[in-house]
């Protein structure tokens, strides 16, 4: 873990123009930053910028957070990942808290692999442009390919000289270490010495979502019977080959603005399409999909169009892991390149306009596809079809989340028409590899349980806290809301000379007593446990708190809206001196003028005026309390009507009391109650 040391520098020197203002053209508006969105396609700008909250909303898609929410969601990044990134940029050095002695040296290796791949690309590079060997060899190979040298560069594709040790001897001749540069799969040991790994090869470098290098793909030039086509890197700290797919640092906004993503197989085939301008493209290095695989796709999106060589083999690695992208609920499509080809050389002999038609017009869904490939191969053997059926009956039952119940019946029917099986007994049989999943699931997790989180793990995934489910979480708690937007707000200002304002809005609310939303609970608890540690509990601790419920909550509440008051108007007409029709024209220019990004300028201007911080706290409070006075009222009431003889006394005497303090409130906060 971060040390807490190291989050307060990181936290300390963050400035959100400057973050935010790398990936989004941002123009000054008052006090305000505007910009076209990042996270959702628009021509007018809606995502503003608040430097001295630290914040940003749009307000088109309604995306919100923190400078840290921000990398995570732009670069799709963990929490942990994205404070690195920041401490990367401003040059703070990263502290970890205590960690065992093996997990530390993993961490060392891991850092120390970093380094020399990044010497290992530079050198390949260097080795094709600067040397007369690279460049008689090398690039003349890539140009011949078709490849021009803004792309080679863009990929950091460089080139492995024939010579045994070119490598090996400027690498100890840099002092890199030798069992290090054997556990990257840059040497290897032959007859006692240390020879280069790659020789003769064009180099791919693989790099992780942040950009840094993590591994290689290198490719034989010559053709050599006896030495394999690719060598890759071995997995090690870095390189886990289920868990990459080239290219993704390169394709991840791109994927993301086309929300889709073309899978390929090979590395040419990654750099000729971007090449042709079509970046939303990784390749899965010719192996079979895995689940991390499909993971990292369904980051970005959870369209997932396939395409391979049109051959009996490409249509076999394409079938690979389709199960699995369904349990992923990714949409799945298929296109088979004709004629031999392969994306490389059918993209350089269309061109990229035809491609891309070519792609959108020969999409096939990969579950019907399946279907009449395995029908083709069953021919009229009526064992071969019956176990095609069980087998897309199998399929299909994979697509299970509740979302996703649609589609699946859509899919049991055109199945079964074209199995030509009944409907009814195919979905019979389809439910039963459901149970059949469920009955070895429960085994493992009792029923609820499982349900329960996988349920969560998916509205987690889907929501991701968003302002929406915020919306949805507070449409009734608007009171419960108010208190959380006044601690974070005014919290660590003063009640008095004895007491903060949070100690005083904590005095008067027993969460337990008139709280009832589950997330303002949990603020209020992390608020009272930051008093207890003595820590200043400012907007920022909260804006950038671990816990996304905390953060995204904070955020939300730091975008309160705010209205024209009849009140207000008299407090500024009497401030001001304004003649009456004077004023009330300047006012009324004044709110006609106002955009979401100059809120701010608005309640500074009013807090010029008159400091209503205690006013407000206590409306607050008093508003809250009214709830539930009138709440227990209700229940009161409904009690009355049901009680026996003997209880109407009690009943009754508590309604009087009850209504007492509802006049009470009332008259504070200026409200009438009909008796």
């Known amino acids: 873990m971060i040390s807490p040391n190291t989050i307060q520098q990181i936290l300390s020197r963050i400035d959100i123009i400057d973050v935010v203002g790398n990936f989004v053209k941002l123009k000054r508006r008052g006090s305000n930053y505007l910009g076209n969105c990042p996270f959702h396609h628009e021509k007018t700008p809606s995502f503003t910028v608040s430097p001295s909250k630290e914040i940003f909303k749009c307000f088109g898609c309604g995306k919100s957070g923190n400078t840290i929410s921000f990398i995570m969601e732009h670069e799709k990044l963990s929490y942990v990942e994205a404070l690195k990134w920041l401490a990367n940029r401003y040059n703070v050095e990263v502290e970890e808290t205590e960690t065992s002695p093996e997990k530390k040296l993993a961490q ?72 290090l540069l054997q556990k990257a799969g840059l040497a290897v040991e032959r007859q006692g010495q240390l020879v280069d790994n790659y020789r003769d090869r064009i180099v791919f470098p693989i790099h992780n979502n942040s950009g840094k290098v ?24 870095l390189y ?13 906004h791109a994927i993301d603005k086309a929300d889709e993503c073309l899978l390929v197989e090979g590395y040419t085939d990654v750099t000729s399409l971007h090449q042709a301008g079509i970046e939303n493209v990784v390749a899965s290095g010719g192996t079979s999909l895995t689940q991390d695989q499909l993971r990292l796709i369904k980051k970005y999106t959870r369209n997932l169009t396939i395409i391979y060589d049109g051959d009996a083999a490409g249509v076999k690695a394409a079938m690979r892991g389709l199960d699995m992208a369904l349990e992923e609920s990714l949409n799945v499509k298929l296109v088979l390149i004709p004629d031999k080809e392969d994306p490389d050389s059918y993209v350089k002999k269309v061109g990229a306009t035809a491609f891309r038609n070519f792609i959108l017009h020969n999409k096939k869904d990969f579950i019907l596809f399946q279907i009449e490939v395995s029908l083709k191969d069953a021919g009229t053997d009526a064992n071969k079809k019956a176990a095609v059926v069980n087998q897309i009956a199998e399929t299909l039952s994979k697509i299970d989340k509740t979302e996703d119940f649609t589609r699946q019946q859509d899919y049991i029917r055109q199945s079964s028409e074209l ?7 195919f979905t019979n049989l389809v439910n039963k590899f459901i149970r059949n999943r469920i009955s070895i699931t429960e ?29 949805l979480l507070f449409k009734d708690d608007l009171q419960e809301r108010e208190i959380a937007r006044i601690l974070l707000e005014h919290g660590y200002k003063k009640w008095d000379d004895s007491q903060l304002i949070a100690q005083h809005v904590l005095t008067e609310i027993p969460e337990e007593d008139l709280i009832d939303n589950e997330v303002i609970v949990k603020f ?17 601790y909260f804006l950038y708190h671990p816990d996304p419920v905390i953060s995204t909550l904070a955020v939300s509440l730091a975008y309160f809206p705010y209205e024209e008051s009849p009140h207000w108007k008299r407090e500024l007409s ?36 008159k400091d209503t911080t205690n006013e407000e706290v206590e409306s607050a409070i008093n508003y809250l309390k009214l709830r539930k006075v009138k709440r227990l009222l209700l229940e009161n009431q409904q009690d009355l009507e049901k009680a ?25 906060l200026g409200s009438v109650v009909i008796k």
């Open 419 to 425: 199995l030509h099986v009944d409907e009814t007994g």
């Open 240 to 252: 886990v080959k289920s868990k990459i797919l080239y290219g993704t640092y390169f394709a991840r």
């Open 644 to 668: 026996s003889s003997g209880e109407q006394q009690t009943l009754f005497l508590t309604h009087v009391h009850l209504k007492q303090m509802e006049i009470e409130l009332s008259r504070k």
């Open 108 to 179: 060392q290796t891991s850092e120390s692999l970093f380094i020399i791949n990044q010497f290992a690309q530079q050198f390949y590079s260097h080795q094709l442009f600067e040397t007369d060997e690279g460049r008689n060899i090398g690039l003349e190979y890539l140009k011949e390919r078709g490849f021009n040298e803004d792309t080679i560069r863009k990929f950091g594709i460089g080139y492995a000289p024939e010579k045994r040790d070119v490598f090996v001897k400027e690498a100890l001749h840099q002092q890199y270490n030798p069992e």
């Open 524 to 540: 209020i608890h992390t608020y009272k446990d930051v008093l207890a540690d003595q820590i200043k509990p400012d907007k920022n």
């Open 443 to 471: 085994n493992k997790i009792p029923f609820d349980e499982a349900r329960s989180i996988e349920e969560n793990a998916r509205q987690a995934a889907e929501n991701n806290y968003s302002d929406q489910t915020f919306n």
């Open 214 to 237: 993590i591994g290689f793909g290198a490719r034989l030039i010559k053709n050599n019977e006896k030495a394999p086509k690719y060598i890759n890197t071995p997995e090690n700290e």
């Open 574 to 609: 009497q401030s001001t001196g304004y003649q009456k029709s004077l004023f009330e024209q300047d006012y009324k220019d004044f709110i006609n003028s106002l955009r979401p990004e100059n809120e701010e300028d608005l309640m500074s201007f009013l807090n010029m005026q």
